[in-house]
């Protein structure tokens, strides 16, 4: 679990692509403090776990499922990506819930700059908008953010100067793909929903099947 706020942007330094998936080596730092051979670190996003670690850098591998899921399958030697390390129980929530589980991905159709920051208007498919509320936490690119507004193709962020500081953001161009991670209380809820109609629907089959309709 994590809460999608970056601890620092890391550089990929190899990639070795196999038939199953990918095999990164990033360079980090604040990341590497504390963490061992199989911890969690998220990138753009992913939570991938970790096979090595070197002095200054660490591996790790994106099956082929999750390359196909995000925009991993696409990392070249000298990609920056946001790293952050697993939540612990101990540590302040300040962005949200995020299991770095990627939905599925977004492209970038606009950005939008003022003087106070940059707005960026995503697409996304409806699998993933019917997930996305006004002032609600979505991830993108392992990014906690809040959505200003829907569209009726994607939705609408609004990132600050101190974000766009601590990310990439600032070097996306319209076009780009980024990874989208919905808010896990609305999958919850719309499971529920689902099954319980599920439930009444089963009830009214056997209710009309009672009554000889069928």
Do not use: W
């Not at 970056?6 to 692509?17: H, M």
């Not at 990439?168 to 919905?182: K, V």
């Amino acid at each position: 679990m994590f809460t999608g706020l970056i601890e620092e942007i890391g550089t990929v330094l190899e990639t070795r692509k196999q038939a199953d998936g990918v095999h990164f080596t990033i360079a980090a730092s604040a990341v590497l403090e504390g963490t061992k051979i199989g911890d969690s670190i998220a990138v753009h996003g992913a939570c991938l776990t970790v096979t090595e670690l070197g002095r200054n850098s660490f591996s790790a591998f994106a099956s082929k499922v999750t390359c196909e899921a995000t925009t991993l399958g696409g990392f070249a030697k000298n990609r920056r990506v946001h790293l952050e390390r697993a939540l612990r129980l101990d540590s302040r929530l300040g962005g949200h819930m995020v299991q770095g589980h990627v939905d599925g991905k977004g492209k970038v159709i606009a950005l939008r700059r003022d003087a106070s920051g940059l707005e960026m208007e995503i697409s996304a498919s409806d699998d993933l908008r019917k997930f996305i509320v006004p002032r609600g936490s979505v991830a993108v690119d392992g990014v906690s953010l809040t959505v200003v507004s829907l569209t009726r193709k994607g939705f609408i962020l609004y990132i600050i100067p101190e974000t766009l500081k601590s990310t990439t953001f600032a070097s996306l161009s319209p076009g780009d793909e980024i990874n989208i991670e919905t808010d896990i209380l609305a999958k919850y809820v719309e499971r529920m929903l689902s099954a319980k109609e599920q439930s009444d629907d089963r009830r009214l089959l056997r209710k009309l099947e009672e009554g000889g309709f069928f």
